[in-house]
């Protein structure tokens, strides 16, 4: 068996290849020790040669010199060739040879039993185990052969000496004592060799990673720095350090003169107490320009030389922070205008709300609307409507105050957040300066153009303390506003919401009412004031509700206010008077003129007169027998171009276009010089106050004159009396409509209205309907 892969019996290793590796590592060492023995040989028998001369005479001296010769001849002769050898084996055989003529030689020197005779037999084969260098099945060959032939010719051919029992013992005892040093010298060779190449190793790995270290650290692209904890001296640096911070400047400075802040500095110091190492650190650091730059700094506590120091390693993150400021800017910025967009907004408005939470205070909304901005684009193009969303950011910010913010949360509304102490008062003097603001005109490409703007304000914790819920409470505002004649501020009151609330639910019961088609016209004749024949009808939308029964329009009026709403009455109303109107005229009928009421939101469709007309054609109705009454606000919305453009197509078809409720808005003179229009039709609260003959009287009066004039029809709404009929024949006013003939009819009555050829005889004709919508 082996132990540290040494045989046990011989000391050598069990790998042969390791064996030969070690033996072939002690080559120099063995070729050395080989010629010292020849030449120690040769020196030594040819001083012996000199003393056997006192064999002179005696037939031993035959024997002694020439074996004595031979034994100086072979030790020249091997040291000869052992200087020639290169390999161990060489050596080995070399040495072997020596041995075995050595051996045989001096067997017959000892033949001559002298004293020093049987100290040579004892002493040559201790020469063989201990002195030459030859593998353990050699050392122990040779010896045990050497001892052998000792004695055999320390016996020679006289008689046997009584103490041989005594040298066969000491022979034995000396070979296995021998035997044993030779084994205990391998292993400890060998365990040596072991130790000394595996120290070796070490070191050459560990020279191998210094060097790979050493390489590394210098090649490394980031600047890599070697500090003193104690003093801030650097130690150590890499080519990227050095660029990065300069040669000369590493060589004199400290970690003070470059990194910038010392709370940095403490910082650092105290997590590498804390933990020997900090990770992903930022700070700023100076360049070796003097350039101050935002770094990232991963460093760990490392001894050396008994102090302690720290190696950092350093990446410039300047333009990464740059991108991410870009890149946050971006996001947070609108592109246009450069002020804060919803994102941002919708930040600061939370961490305003979040202060008042804690420590009290005001945060006021001021969500701003400009008015006709798309007229703007589409008159003078969209350079001029980003040109006036441009102005009108600047203006803005012009008006604010430190603790004030604008931001532009897209097209044309912008929004204020002022976290300013103010009251109600106090929001409604900044909302009229705003809109100051926003109202002085500026030019472009020649134009002078002007920046009106509706304006919602809403304050936190008075209306709410939540930023959805205020923000609901502004546009809340800003819709009465913009329904309230736009270019003012209203401030949020519950109310509105309210009222919103009930819009919402009004316009989700009309959107079923419209899918179960339960929308229908109600129709209510106009009347020739001359003779009372039937000219036309006015068709008025209702709602069959399942339980409220029949709704006039008046009920139900916030619906009209959401475009898709107010467009599906609007093709439902259409749809019926077209049915109804096709069934008269195939009985007979003459219904004259049935005018249907089209909200404004309806005229944004450019396709609008194609399809009506294809409606019309579709049902076989004529389009004299059809007509479309407009309020005032058609003609002041955005879509007024739209409008009126849809009208023009409409009337050169040969439809009638009626203008409802004149007198109420805000329309001018001019409008009925630049809009398509039949019949002006005078408003119900005029008709009801003509018999007091007051103002009411004077409009009335000078609306059936300018009628005349500009030769249009005139028809009076909501006539009701006698006396307000008479009012109306005797100043010239053709036709009316009113309870006073008819309340509005559903479809399968109008036969019977037409049946009868005068209504002014019929008298008031009031029932339980509703009034007229």
């Known amino acids: 068996m082996a132990r540290d892969n040494l045989f046990r019996f011989g000391g050598e290793f069990l790998d042969s290849a390791r064996?030969?590796?070690?033996?072939?590592?002690?080559?120099?060492?063995?070729?050395?020790?080989?010629?010292?023995?020849f030449l120690v040989s040769a020196v030594l028998n040819t001083l012996f040669l000199a003393s056997d001369w006192r064999f002179h005479g005696t037939p031993h001296f035959f024997v002694a010199v020439p074996a004595r010769l031979v034994v100086v001849a072979a030790s020249l002769l091997c040291y000869a060739l052992v200087r020639r050898a290169t390999r161990i084996g060489q050596a080995q055989a070399v040495l072997i040879g020596w041995e075995v003529a050595t051996a045989l030689a001096v067997a017959l020197l000892v033949s001559s039993r002298s004293d020093l005779a049987l100290f040579v037999v004892l002493m040559l084969p201790s020469i063989f185990y201990l002195v030459a260098p030859t593998a353990f099945r050699w050392t122990m060959t040779l010896g045990l052969g050497c001892s052998a032939l000792m004695l055999a010719g320390y016996l020679g051919r006289g008689p046997l000496p009584t103490t041989l029992p005594g040298l066969v013992l000491v022979l034995v005892m000396l070979n296995f004592a021998l035997g044993l040093v030779v084994v205990h010298g391998n292993r400890l060779r060998r365990l040596e060799w072991t130790a000394t190449q595996a120290e070796r190793q070490a070191k050459d790995a560990l020279g191998s990673s210094q060097a790979m270290i050493e390489r590394l650290f210098m090649a490394v692209p980031i600047p890599l720095v070697v500090a003193s904890r104690e003093d801030g001296r650097f130690l150590r640096s890499n080519d990227a350090a050095k660029r990065y911070f300069g040669r000369e400047q590493l060589a004199v400075a400290r970690v003070s003169d470059i990194l910038f802040e010392e709370r940095d500095r403490r910082e650092i110091l105290h997590r590498l107490e804390r933990q020997d190492q900090i990770a992903g650190y930022e700070a700023q650091m100076r360049d070796g320009a003097g350039a101050l730059r935002d770094v990232m700094i991963t460093?760990?506590?490392?001894?050396?030389?008994?102090?302690?120091?720290?190696?950092?390693?350093?990446?410039?993150?300047t333009d990464r922070k740059a991108a991410e400021a870009r890149t946050r800017r971006q996001a947070t910025h609108d592109t246009l205008t450069g002020l804060p967009n919803r994102l941002l907004f919708q930040e600061r408005l939370q961490q305003a709300l979040d202060v008042i939470a804690n420590a009290g205070g005001t945060v006021s909304l001021f969500l701003i609307d400009l008015d006709d901005f798309k007229s703007v684009n589409d008159t003078l193009g969209h350079d001029a409507g980003d040109e006036l969303l441009f102005q009108a950011a600047a203006r803005l910010a012009g008006a604010l105050g430190p603790a004030d913010m604008v931001a532009r949360l897209g097209g044309d509304e912008f929004v204020v957040l002022s976290q300013q102490p103010l009251d109600v008062a106090g929001a409604r003097l900044k909302a009229e300066a705003l809109l100051d603001a926003l109202r002085e005109p500026f030019e472009h490409a020649g134009q002078m153009i002007s920046a009106r703007a509706s304006l919602g304000i809403a304050?936190?914790?008075?209306?709410?303390?939540?930023?959805?819920?205020?923000?609901?409470?502004?546009?809340?505002?800003?819709?009465?506003?913009?329904?309230?004649?736009?270019?003012?501020?209203?401030?949020?009151e519950p109310s509105m919401r309210a009222a919103m609330t009930r819009r919402v639910a009004i316009?989700?019961?009309?959107?079923?009412?419209?899918?179960?088609?339960?929308?229908?016209?109600?129709?209510?004749?106009?009347?020739?004031?001359?003779?009372?024949?039937?000219?036309?009808?006015e068709a008025l939308a209702r709602w069959r509700h399942p339980q409220r029964g029949i709704i006039p329009a008046a009920a139900f009026q916030e619906g009209f206010q959401d475009v898709e709403i107010a467009a599906g009455i609007g093709d439902a109303i259409v749809g019926a008077v077209l049915r109804d109107l096709r069934q008269w005229l195939d009985a007979g009928l003459e219904p004259g003129i049935v005018s249907v009421n089209l909200s404004a939101g309806i005229f944004?469709?450019?396709?609008?007169?194609?399809?009506?007309?294809?409606?019309?054609?579709?049902?076989?109705?004529?389009?004299?027998?059809?007509?479309?009454?407009?309020?005032?606000?058609?003609?002041?919305?955005?879509?007024?171009?739209?409008?009126?453009?849809?009208?023009?197509?409409?009337?050169?078809?040969?439809?009638?276009?009626?203008?409802?409720?004149?007198?109420?808005?805000?329309?001018?003179?001019?409008?009925?010089?630049?809009?398509?229009?039949?019949?002006i039709k005078i408003d119900r609260g005029f008709v009801g106050?003509?018999?007091?003959?007051?103002?009411d009287a004077a409009i009335v009066r000078a609306m059936i004159g300018l009628a005349a004039d500009l030769g249009l029809g005139i028809v009076a709404e909501g006539v009701e009396t006698p006396g307000q009929e008479?009012?109306?024949?005797?100043?010239?006013?053709?036709?009316?409509?009113?309870?006073?003939?008819?309340k509005p009819a559903p479809a399968g009555r109008v036969p019977l209205l037409l049946r009868q050829p005068d209504l002014l005889a019929a008298g008031s004709a009031m029932r339980d309907d509703s009034a007229a919508a």
């Open 604 to 679: 944004r469709d450019p396709h609008l007169p194609e399809r009506l007309l294809g409606r019309l054609a579709a049902a076989g109705v004529p389009a004299r027998h059809f007509g479309i009454e407009v309020t005032e606000s058609v003609l002041l919305t955005r879509s007024a171009g739209e409008a009126e453009r849809t009208l023009r197509a409409l009337r050169a078809a040969g439809l009638s276009v009626s203008l409802d409720d004149f007198g109420t808005g805000y329309a001018s003179l001019t409008h009925l010089k630049r809009f398509p229009v039949d019949t």
């Open 726 to 742: 008479a009012f109306l024949r005797r100043h010239g006013c053709e036709l009316a409509q009113g309870y006073r003939y008819a």
């Open 19 to 37: 064996e030969t590796t070690f033996r072939q590592a002690r080559l120099a060492e063995t070729l050395r020790q080989c010629r010292l023995i």
């Open 689 to 695: 106050h003509v018999e007091e003959e007051g103002d």
């Open 459 to 492: 304050l936190a914790p008075e209306h709410d303390s939540d930023g959805g819920e205020l923000m609901k409470d502004a546009d809340l505002a800003l819709y009465r506003a913009k329904a309230n004649g736009r270019n003012i501020a209203v401030v949020y």
């Open 507 to 537: 316009c989700r019961d009309l959107a079923a009412a419209l899918r179960d088609d339960r929308i229908l016209p109600f129709y209510q004749p106009q009347v020739a004031l001359a003779d009372g024949r039937i000219v036309g009808f």
């Open 299 to 317: 460093a760990t506590g490392v001894p050396i030389d008994g102090g302690l120091a720290v190696v950092a390693g350093i990446v410039d993150i």
